[in-house]
C-alpha cells in the first residue's frame, strides 16, 4: 500500500474511529462519577438498542432522521458552509409535507399523493434555507448567524400556525388534523406481514428507503456531476472557482436550498411515517444531531449511514437507559453528542499524528 | 579591509523535515567582511540553512561556529546577540509604524520607550552616515518605496548589532535600479567590515556582487568558487546537475491581425481600489506581448479583467470580434468558451486545488465541457484520461492523476496548468508568471512551449515580474508602473536600463513620445 493510500484510511477510517471511541471512554468516565457502571450500562444500552425487533426497529427509526439532517450538513459543508439552520429547515419542511397531506384531494392514488408530500418537505425545507443563503451570498450576513436565528424564527412561525391556523376546532392541543390515509408510509412491520414474516411493531416505516435513496443520490451528485464538482471546487478555494467561471455567490443559493431541502425531509419519516399529523417540536434534536452526524461521517454518505445508525444506537439505547437505571436520565444522549461533536469535530487531528507515525511513516528513501 | 578570519562557520549541518532531507551534512565557511552568495534552484536547501542559522529551526546534528564560537540558537533572539540579522524576503515591518518604531521593535528596553527613540534617533543617523542608509526616520513605513523598506531592514539589523547579514532575495520586489542602489550598499557595509550573505537564484547578481558563492543542489553543498573564478554557465550546471540551456532560440515573430485590443482600461480591484487607469495595447496573434513592471503596479489586476475575473470600469476590450465593456461584462466562462487560456499568476490558490486529485485540478475550467460529461454524468473514465493526456502531453511527472494535486512540485503543478490551458486549443493566451517558483529544468520546458504556441500563431499575452523572462520571450514588451504605460518597445530595442527606467516611471519624456508611437 502507498503512503498515500495509507494516509487516506487514518483520515477515513481510523481518525473517526478512533474519535468517537474516545468520547464513549470519555461518556464512560462520566458514568463513573454518577456512580453507573460503565461496563453495565453499555450492555443495557446496546441490548436496548440492536438486542431485540421492536429496539432496533426504533434505532432505525432514529436513524432515519440523522441520515437526513447529516446530509443537509454535508452538502452545505462540501460548499464551505457551515449550516446550523438543520433543525429550523426540518421543522418548516414538515409544514411543507403536512399542507400537502392535509389538503390534497383524498381520492387520489397514494402513487401521486407519496411523491407530492415529499416534494412540500423538500421544496418548503429549501426555501427556509434561501433566505440565509441569498444574505450570505449577496449581503455578506454570516451564515452561521442567520440560519440559527431561522431556527428560532422557524419555532415562532410553526406555533403561530399550529394554534392559530391548523388546530382543529374543538382542539386544545396545537396539532393539524389527521393526514389523509393515501399520504401514509407504511410501517415496515406491515409491509414484512404482508409477504409472510411477522416481526415486532416499531415505529420505523418506509421513509428509510428514501434515506437510502438521498444518500446514494447526494454521492452521486456530489462525485459524479459537474455541479458536484463546481461545489466542491469553490468549498475549497473561492479564487480557482471564480478562475474556473463558477459564480461561488450561486454556488451558495443553491448548495443552501439542497441542504434545506435534505433536512426538510425529516417530516417525511416523522410525519408520513409514523404520527400522521403535524404536531409541535416533531423536529426537536434531529437538526443538532445531524452536525454531529456529519463530522462523524466525514461529510461523505457512507461515513453518514453509519453515523446516522451509531447515534440511532445512541437514541434508543439512551431511552433504555433512562428506563433502567435510576440516576440516569435520557438527557445522558445530549452528553454522549456533545462529546462526540468534541472529539470528532474540535479534536478531529488528535491523534493523527501518532497514527501517521506508527502506520505511515515517512521513509528515508522517499 | 577584508581579514581573513572566518564570521561563519557550518560543519556537516544536517536538517530533516518528514521525508524530506532538507540540509544533507552541509559544509560552508563565509569570510568575515565579504559578500557571499549561496545560490540554488527552489527546494535546493538554502531557506532552511539560513532558518538554522536564524534560530527558525535547529539543526539535526552537525556545528555552527559564529566569530569561532560554537553557536546554537533556539530562537532568533540568541541570533541577534550573536550578531546576526536577517533580511527576509517579505519584510517583517509593521506599516503604520514610524520608521524609527520599527528599529527599536523587539529593543525597547522597558515600559516606557521614550527614551529608547531619543537615543535609537542617535544611534541610527550614526549608522545611515556611516554605511549610506539615509532613510528620513519620522516617516510611516507605509509610506517608503519598497527600495526604502528594505533599508530600514537593514538598519533595523545594523541596529540590533549585526555583524553578519543575511538577505533572502532581496532583489525580488526591486527595480533595476533599486537593485544597483542596494549593491552599493553592499559594498559600503563590506567596507565597513560587515559580512553580507545573499541568497538568491539571479546568477547575474552573484557574478556581480560577491566575493564567493556556494552553490546548493537537493539539500547538499555541491560548490564553492571564488566568484572571480567562475562563470554562469558553470553555475546554472552546477545548480541543476547538467547543461541548460538559459537563452532559448526562438525564430522571428510573425505578427498577424490583431486579437485582442483593449482600450482606455480602467479597473479597480476587489477592494474597490483604482488599480489600472488609461491603458491601451493590442495582443497580434503570432507575437508575444509582454508586460514587464515591478509586483503591484497593475499588471496583477489587468490580468485578472482580460481573463473575466474583475469587471472593468471603463473602456473596452475587443476579442476575437466581441467587445467587452463595463456595459457588457464577460465572465470567465465566456472569455474560455470564445478561445481565451487564462494562466493564473497565483497557481497554489487560483490555478489548482491543492486538496483536489491532479484529474480534477486538470478540471478546473473546464467541468462543463460535452466530452466529459454525459447528460447530468461526470464521467470519471473521461476525467482521468483527459488528465492522462494533458500529463503526456506536458511530461507531468509523476504522472498519476489520482494523486493530490498538493504532492506534486511546484514545476509539475505548473505543467499540468499550462497543460490544461494550452491543450484545448485556444487562440489568446494570458499568462502570468509562467516560471515563477519553478525549477531551472521546468523553466527551459516551459518557455520553449509557450513559444511554440506563438509560433502556432496564437496571441499570447505575458505578465512576469522577472525582467529575464520578459525579455528572453516578448516580441513586444509594455511597461506599467502605478497602473499606468510607461513605456511599450520593441524587444529588440529593450534593454534593461530603459525597461527599468520604465519601470520606475523615470525615463525623459522624448522617450516616452517615442514608446507612444510604438
Known amino acids: 500500500m502507498t503512503r498515500d493510500r495509507r494516509l487516506s484510511w487514518i483520515n477515513g477510517l481510523l481518525l473517526p474511529l478512533f474519535n468517537v471511541l474516545t468520547a464513549f471512554l470519555a461518556t464512560g468516565i462520566i458514568f463513573l462519577f454518577i456512580g453507573v457502571d460503565p461496563v453495565e450500562a453499555t450492555k443495557i444500552l446496546i441490548y436496548g438498542a440492536l438486542g431485540y425487533d421492536e429496539g432496533l426497529g426504533y434505532t ?13 450538513v454535508a452538502v452545505a459543508f462540501h460548499a464551505g458552509l457551515f449550516n446550523i439552520g438543520g433543525e429550523g429547515q426540518a421543522y418548516v419542511g414538515g409544514l411543507g409535507t403536512a399542507l400537502v397531506a392535509l389538503y390534497i384531494n383524498p381520492a387520489m392514488s397514494a402513487w401521486i399523493v407519496i411523491p407530492l408530500a415529499i416534494s412540500g418537505g423538500l421544496l418548503f425545507g429549501a426555501l427556509w434555507a434561501i433566505i440565509p443563503a441569498y444574505l450570505q451570498a449577496y449581503r455578506g450576513s454570516h451564515i452561521v448567524i442567520t440560519t440559527i436565528m431561522f431556527n428560532f424564527l422557524a419555532s415562532s412561525l410553526m406555533v403561530y400556525i399550529l394554534v392559530n391556523i391548523l388546530r382543529e376546532v374543538g382542539e386544545m392541543s396545537p396539532e393539524s388534523g389527521d393526514f389523509i390515509a393515501a399520504s401514509w408510509l407504511p410501517f415496515v412491520h406491515d409491509v414484512f406481514a404482508s409477504f409472510g414474516y411477522k416481526i415486532a411493531k416499531s415505529p420505523l416505516n418506509l ?14 451528485f456530489l462525485w459524479h456531476t459537474r455541479w458536484g464538482f463546481a461545489i466542491r471546487a469553490a468549498g475549497k478555494s473561492n479564487e480557482a472557482a471564480i478562475y474556473s467561471g463558477i459564480d461561488p455567490k450561486k454556488i451558495i443559493v443553491v448548495t443552501m436550498c439542497i441542504s434545506g431541502a435534505l433536512a426538510g425531509l425529516v417530516g417525511i419519516n416523522e410525519l408520513m411515517g409514523v404520527q400522521h399529523r403535524l404536531f409541535l417540536n416533531f423536529n426537536y434534536g434531529y437538526g443538532f444531531g445531524g452536525i454531529a452526524v456529519a463530522l462523524m461521517g466525514r461529510n461523505h454518505p457512507v461515513g453518514i449511514l453509519i453515523a ?59 | 579591509m577584508a581579514k581573513s578570519n572566518i564570521a561563519i562557520e557550518l560543519i556537516n549541518v544536517d536538517k530533516h523535515f518528514g521525508a524530506v532531507h532538507a540540509n544533507d551534512k552541509v559544509n560552508l565557511s563565509v569570510q568575515s567582511g565579504t559578500i557571499h552568495g549561496i545560490v540554488g534552484e527552489n527546494g535546493a536547501g538554502k531557506s532552511t540553512l539560513m532558518s538554522i542559522l536564524y534560530g527558525f529551526y535547529q539543526a539535526d546534528s552537525g556545528q555552527i561556529k559564529v566569530f569561532d564560537k560554537d553557536f546554537r540558537a533556539t530562537s532568533s533572539r540568541q541570533s541577534i546577540e550573536a550578531g546576526i540579522g536577517m533580511v527576509h524576503q517579505h519584510f517583517m515591518l509593521v506599516d503604520n509604524f514610524t520608521v524609527l518604531e520599527n528599529v527599536i521593535l523587539g529593543s525597547e528596553g522597558g515600559a516606557f520607550i521614550t527614551k529608547s527613540l531619543a537615543n535609537a534617533r542617535i544611534e541610527l543617523t550614526r549608522l545611515a552616515k556611516e554605511y549610506g542608509l539615509e532613510v528620513e526616520l519620522d516617516i510611516a513605513v507605509e509610506e517608503l518605496s519598497v527600495g526604502m523598506q528594505q533599508r530600514v531592514e537593514i538598519l533595523k539589523g545594523l541596529y540590533k548589532g549585526a555583524k553578519v547579514l543575511i538577505l533572502d532575495e532581496p532583489t525580488g520586489v526591486l527595480t533595476p535600479q533599486e537593485s544597483d542602489e542596494l549593491f552599493r550598499i553592499f559594498e559600503a557595509l563590506k567596507n565597513q567590515g560587515v559580512t553580507i550573505i545573499l541568497i538568491t537564484h539571479k546568477l547575474r547578481e552573484i557574478m556581480n556582487i560577491t566575493d564567493h558563492v556556494s552553490v546548493m543542489r537537493a539539500g547538499k553543498m555541491v560548490a564553492h568558487r571564488e566568484t572571480s573564478k567562475t562563470n554562469p554557465e558553470e553555475l546554472a550546471e552546477l545548480m541543476i546537475g547538467r547543461k541548460v540551456l538559459l537563452n532559448i532560440k526562438k525564430s522571428k515573430a510573425k505578427s498577424g491581425k490583431a486579437l485582442l485590443t483593449a482600450k482606455n482600461l480602467k479597473i479597480h480591484n476587489e477592494q474597490g481600489l483604482k488599480r489600472v487607469s488609461g491603458v491601451s495595447f493590442e495582443a497580434r496573434s503570432g507575437e508575444i506581448l509582454g508586460i514587464a513592471g515591478v509586483t503591484g503596479n497593475g499588471q496583477g489586476s489587468l490580468l485578472k479583467a482580460l481573463t473575466g475575473i474583475l469587471p472593468l470600469s471603463q473602456g473596452s476590450i475587443e476579442i476575437m470580434g466581441e467587445t467587452i465593456s463595463p456595459k457588457h461584462p464577460f465572465n470567465p466562462k465566456q472569455l474560455r468558451e470564445l478561445g481565451v487560456a487564462h494562466v493564473p499568476e497565483d497557481r497554489q490558490k487560483m490555478g489548482m486545488i491543492a486538496e483536489f486529485s491532479a484529474s480534477e485540478t486538470a478540471l478546473l475550467g473546464y467541468h462543463n465541457d460535452k466530452e466529459i460529461n454525459q447528460g447530468v454524468w461526470l464521467k470519471r473514465s473521461s476525467v482521468k484520461a483527459n488528465c492522462e493526456s494533458l500529463m503526456e502531453a506536458f511530461d507531468v511527472r509523476p504522472n498519476d492523476p489520482n494523486l493530490m494535486s498538493s504532492n506534486f512540485s511546484g514545476g509539475n503543478q505548473q505543467k499540468l496548468i499550462l497543460a490544461r490551458e494550452f491543450e484545448r486549443n485556444p487562440e489568446v493566451l494570458i499568462i502570468g508568471q509562467p516560471t515563477r517558483g ?21 496571441a499570447i499575452i505575458l505578465i512576469s515580474v522577472e525582467l529575464e523572462e520578459i525579455m528572453s520571450l516578448s516580441d513586444r514588451i509594455i511597461v506599467m508602473c502605478d497602473g499606468e504605460i510607461t513605456g511599450m518597445v520593441d524587444a529588440k530595442d529593450a534593454n534593461e536600463a530603459t525597461l527599468g527606467m520604465m519601470m520606475a516611471n523615470a525615463l525623459q519624456p522624448q522617450n516616452e513620445q517615442q514608446g507612444v508611437e510604438l
Open chain 1, 60 to 72: 432505525l427509526y432514529y436513524a432515519t432522521n440523522f441520515v437526513f439532517t447529516g446530509l443537509a
Open chain 1, 207 to 220: 421513509s428509510i428507503l428514501v434515506a437510502l435513496f438521498f444518500s446514494a443520490a447526494v454521492w452521486f
Open chain 1, 308 to 366: 446516522a445508525f451509531l447515534f440511532g444506537i445512541l437514541y434508543q439505547g439512551g431511552a433504555e437507559l433512562d428506563f433502567e437505571l435510576q440516576n440516569v436520565s435520557r438527557d445522558i444522549v445530549v452528553v454522549m453528542q456533545g462529546l462526540v461533536i468534541l472529539f470528532c469535530g474540535g479534536l478531529e487531528y488528535l491523534y493523527k499524528p501518532i497514527l501517521v507515525r506508527f502506520l505511515a511513516p515517512v521513509k528515508e528513501s522517499e
Open chain 2, 438 to 458: 519553478v525549477d531551472i529544468g521546468a523553466i527551459e520546458f516551459i518557455r520553449k512551449r509557450i513559444i511554440e504556441m506563438r509560433d502556432a500563431g496564437k
